[in-house]
């Protein structure tokens, strides 16, 4: 294994100071099963401090947050995405070895969140209210504030590039932040506390609390102190932080997964569509929320697109992420698993893989490797095309034309993202009207990640927008001033 940096502190950043824990949670390499570190694992009494330290940054109690205007936050916020460039080795390397992503994508993914801090700087003093015409006797403008202390419970797949999204737009409108980041995967996360501590942000500005979802996250979003939180996560474990914080009527975005589907018609790019199928299926594993999960193709084409996909899958190689191969492991053996007994059932059903690659020879034998594959012959409604699988696994189903391409993209319960490959201008807008999802690209997929374009589901797939400007709107509530002077 490369040398890795120096291991964030076991501890939790509360009002400013690292503050540790009676008890501890190992974390492993998912490339290796090895022991990288321990970290912290707070309680409800962390919590506790957490939220009030929140609670007092943004009320004026405690250091000069509530002083700074809109202005000075977006400098610290360009300052902070300078400091992340500058560490952005080092933080790559947590990022790949904790999570056991490709080097590449691990690299990628602090980059991303270096840009959603200078994103939000940007924008930080250009969200403004309006005035509203009224009666002539009256002045109305409508002001955007913050809510006071966002709770954000983020998971194990792209810390740090959640940790840019959530952080960067809450802390631009000018509130406070709890974070509870996910025991799997959270080394980038500290360090990025690290950085901001160094950086100057005042205490209890930011405040992160590792630990299990159980006890800090339980903790954290039944908090009566907190004003809004945001949670990315399964649709279970939404349900559950959901009805946490209904009980002190805090509003939430919720940002759950998909099963996203890919539509490619015969007259398109076969060979740029393919690319972008197979990438939006491997990228980080499979364990991706925007992952294009579904292939759906039109039938004349069927049987060439899946002979030019039997191939493509067949090179793909599964190694340590260090070694940047085509597809990590897993993020852990229970997620493993899982998907290991979802493929057998699927295989009990008469489902086929008509591809799959390999682990690479010299791979380490203690990873939580998953080969990349695609399914075949699969029954209409079964569970493959239905529910997340959260794995490199491909689900290919047949289509005869527009109509059934469209009722086969909404036979899910999630609608998060879409790809709509063809060259017909006008079926690219039928069908991105008709497919319910809360993204819908045409002839690429993803946007290269698209920081600046609104983010988040339907259905299933959640509420609330994240990144671009409405995710900065996301995180102010509108007051309305109406001024009557005669
Ligand atoms: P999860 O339970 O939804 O975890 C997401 C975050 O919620 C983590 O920080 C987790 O803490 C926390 N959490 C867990 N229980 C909680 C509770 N009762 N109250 C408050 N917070 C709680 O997801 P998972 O178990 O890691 O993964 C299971 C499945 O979720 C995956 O197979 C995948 O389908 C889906 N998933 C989706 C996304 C996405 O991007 N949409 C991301 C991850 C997983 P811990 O630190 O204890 O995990
Ligand atoms: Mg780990």
Known sequence: MHELPEMPPRAALIAGEWVTTPHTLRVEAPATGETLTEIARCGAEHVEEAVRAARCAFD??????????ARQRGEWLFAFAAAIDTDAEALAALECADTGKPMSQAKGDIAVCARYFRFYAGAADKLHGETIPFENDFTVLTLREPFGVCAQIIPWNYPAQIFGRCVAAALAA??????????????????????AVRCGLPP?????????GSEAGAALSAHALIDHLSFTGSPATGTRV??????????VTMELGGKSPQVVFADADLDTALTAVVRGIIQNAGQTCSAGSRLLVEASCYDAVIAALAERFSALRCDAGEKDPDCGPL????????????????????????AAGQVAGGAPGGGHFVVPQMLVDIPEYHDVVREEL???????????????????????????????????????????????SGQVFVNNYGAAGGIELPFGGVRRSGHGREKGFEGLKSYTQLKTVAIKHG
Request: hydrophobic share 45%; glycine share 10%; charged share 25%.
């Open 390 to 436: 959260f794995g490199p696994v491909l689900a290919v189903q047949r289509f005869d034309d527009e109509d059934d391409a469209v009722r086969l993209a909404n036979a899910t319960d999630f609608g998060l993202c879409a790809g709509i490959w063809t060259r017909d201008g006008g079926r690219q807008l039928r069908l991105a009207k008709r497919i319910r």
């Open 174 to 195: 000018g509130n406070s932040v709890v974070l509870k980041p996910a025991e799997d995967a959270c080394l980038s996360v500290l360090r990025l506390a690290q950085i």
């Open 242 to 251: 959901t009805q946490a914080a209904a009980a002190n009527h805090v509003p």
């Open 331 to 354: 993020i852990n053996a229970r997620q493993r698993e899982k998907l290991e007994v979802r493929l057998a059932a699927a295989k009990d059903d008469g489902i086929r893989v008509a």
């Open 60 to 69: 004026g109690k405690l250091g000069e947050w509530h002083r700074w205007s």
């Open 204 to 212: 209890g500005v930011l405040n992160v609390i590792p630990g299990l």
